[in-house]
């Protein structure tokens, strides 16, 4: 009886060490819920147990120490819940700073009426290489933060399409704030595309080209021939730097009318993806030539010292676009824009000196290339090298520097 009574203690702090240790049910739950982060996803707590796979299939994963949702794949959620169950495709519910990642195309999709695919209550980012579809029958994103956080809500460097009858992204009027930076962003047949952002609407890299009138105000995008708020949206990066190669006007030599261009986007990691010569504009398929108001024709013969306008016809491709922020260079110097139309294309022009002179052929060997360049940071530092001057003054201004050699670079960079 004696040991019976002794042993009876022992064994409740047994237990009560196993239960602290999570070596028991009970205390394996309070390990879980103490390493929750305060996300979900498809429903379920993202904890430090099921981080690196969420669901079990690879499709989700969470990075607490970058605060980063990395998304894999595609998820459908919803279907068979009842009201208030199952919850959204994604739902920030506490993590400030949240990055959600688009590593690869995915689509979510939502499938009982009332739940939307994304839900935040904090700060959040979304970006990434892939594309990422929203399907939903009523809200394919909202955002419901309160007025003691920062609301802010980033959509940067992403592709996003929204399917939805009913809204696209919707605030709640409380602190939220939608910045979209050199991002796509595409909602079609939507009767709110975005709305309730009492603290602003900011684009940055990025153009709305549909509606092509439009009104950003009341935490809304308006279409401004309707002035309500627009139910189709495309939002395309704006092209950083555009560059057009045209020959050079020689005395004595005949105009050449093609022309050729590359160019690059704001979106570092689509520059990354694409071949050198990225498709986003439309080639030039000639360049015209004028003397004064007087187009040149083939058969014309440059002279020398006479001043030549060279211009170039260009438009942006698809889900891309040209504006006022995007610098064209022809053949390394800055052009203006001489013309527009309403079907997108763009006309660029410089004027140009016919001369013997080879702009950036600094070591006099007849062409232009990387040499150049290497000769002309030696001789701007101050090296005992040797340079034809008037080659290398590719500003103009009669000095030779370091803005000849940015120049230079440009310039080969066009070829």
């Not at 939307?116 to 209550?121: A, E, G, N, Q, V």
């Not at 052929?361 to 034809?388: A, C, H």
């Amino acid at each position: 009886m004696e040991l019976k009574r002794r042993a009876l203690p022992v064994l409740t702090a047994l237990m009560l060490v196993l239960t602290l240790f999570g070596l028991l049910p009970g205390g394996a739950l309070r390990a879980e819920m103490s390493d929750a982060y305060g996300l979900r996803v498809a429903g379920r707590e993202v904890t430090s147990l099921n981080k690196d796979d969420i669901l079990g299939d690879g499709s989700f994963k969470y990075d607490p120490d970058v605060k980063t949702l990395y998304v894999y794949g595609s998820l459908t959620h919803g279907s068979g819940f009842s009201y208030g169950e199952g919850g959204p495709c994604i739902a920030n519910d506490r993590v400030k700073g949240l990055t959600i990642n688009v590593v690869n195309d995915a689509v979510l999709t939502i499938e009982n009426d009332w739940e939307r695919c994304i839900d935040l209550y904090s700060s959040t980012t979304i970006t990434g290489k892939g594309k990422l579809t929203l399907v939903a029958p009523s809200v394919c994103l909202i955002v419901n933060i309160e007025s003691t956080q920062n609301g802010d809500i980033i959509i940067e460097d992403a592709d996003i399409e929204c399917r939805s009858e009913s809204r696209g992204f919707l605030g709640c009027n409380k602190n939220e704030k939608l910045i979209v930076r050199r991002s796509s962003i595409k909602m079609t047949n939507i009767y709110y595309t975005v709305n309730m952002f009492p603290k602003g609407i900011e684009l940055e890299g990025c153009e709305i080209t549909k509606p092509v009138n439009y009104e950003i105000k009341l935490g809304a995008i308006y279409d401004a021939d309707t002035n309500k708020i627009t139910k189709d949206l495309t939002i395309v990066p704006v092209l950083d730097t555009v560059n057009i190669t045209a020959r050079e006007p020689k005395p004595g030599e005949k105009p050449n009318l093609t022309g050729s261009a590359d160019s690059t986007v704001a979106l570092s990691w689509r520059v990354k993806l694409n071949s050198p010569v990225l498709p986003y504009i439309e080639m030039p398929d000639r360049v015209a030539w004028f003397e004064g108001s007087t187009e040149l024709t083939e058969s014309t013969t440059f002279k020398e010292g006479t001043v030549y306008t060279v211009k170039a016809r260009i438009k942006a491709n698809e889900g891309y676009a040209l504006t006022k922020d995007t610098k064209v260079y022809i053949n390394g110097r800055l052009a203006s824009t001489t013309a527009s139309d309403f079907s997108g294309y763009v006309t660029y022009s410089v004027d140009i000196r016919a001369t013997d002179v080879i702009p950036g052929d600094v070591d006099d060997s007849g062409e232009v290339n990387m040499k150049d360049i290497t000769t002309l940071q030696r001789y701007v530092n101050g090296w005992d090298v040797t340079i034809n001057a008037a080659n290398s003054d590719l500003d103009g201004s009669g000095d030779i520097g370091m803005k000849d050699i940015t120049a230079l670079q440009r310039l080969i960079n066009s070829k």
